[in-house]
């Protein structure tokens, strides 16, 4: 299965997002000669169709019947593709940061609400809480397209090795963690997370982020995030980081090189600790 990362910089205006989002996706279906090998889904960081650049400003949460999804659920639609993308969405009245399907038929799901929260202060800097705008989600999650099982998580998610566990135990094939991370933590920590979760789960992991300087939309304020995104082998392996700039690139998934490393390394039944 042919998997495409794409990397943005979103700000906090939905439309101009939606806009990027589809240009992309169409720029890149064209480099396909054959629909045997071409992209089967794309995936798109955390903060997606919105992302909020004044702090203590309101979010700007959707529902999956709002205009946005409807455009993007007829490209996928007429494409034949499958959309991974996670933003602010307003279910029943609450707020989650979620992950969102949509399939070739044009019908979305949320398929994952973020668990952990990114309430945090650094040295020198601003806090940052998102609990005082999101609620928690508490199901860990996978969905499966074409035989190969995603498992399901966002962002400051990737530090907290459990939540990896039950989607070891689950023996997923790829672990999508779709991010915005911060600069300073993206330089400390990035890659040896994603690696670990790599590693660990013997998996692939799939991590889309958004990069660069966020300007709003009236100029005044402006967010900056590490970009990086990254794809790792089920062995721990780099296959690719883009650092910097807006773009698109595939990863091919491979089953039994999944198998290959599992045999070698059989953690599953080694597990003592659950």
Known sequence: MRVTLVQLNSIDDVQFNLSKMLELMQIHLKRFDSSLDKTRMFVFPENSLYFRLIEGSQIQALNLHDTSFKKLEKFASLNNVFIHLTTAISEDGVTYNASVLIDPSGFSKIVYRKI???????????????????????????????????????????????????????????????????????????????????????????????????????????????????????????????KIGVGCFDVVIDKDQIDFVRNQIPMSTHRRLL
């Open 116 to 242: 952990h929260l990114f309430d945090i202060k650094l040295e020198g800097q601003k806090p940052v809480r998102e609990s005082d705008f999101f609620s928690n989600g508490s199901e860990v999650t996978d969905f499966e397209i074409d035989g190969v099982k995603f498992g399901s998580s966002i962002c400051y998610d990737i530090r907290f090795a459990e939540l990896y566990l039950h989607h070891a135990q689950k023996r997923v094939d790829v672990i999508l963690i779709p991010a915005a991370f911060l600069v300073k933590t993206g330089q400390a920590h990035w890659e040896v997370l994603n690696r670990a979760r790599a590693i660990e789960s013997q998996a692939y992991v799939l991590s889309p982020g958004q990069v660069g300087n966020h300007q709003s939309k009236d100029g005044q304020y402006s967010r900056q995030t590490f970009g990086h995104s990254i794809a790792i082998n089920p062995w721990g392996e780099v296959l690719h980081c883009q």
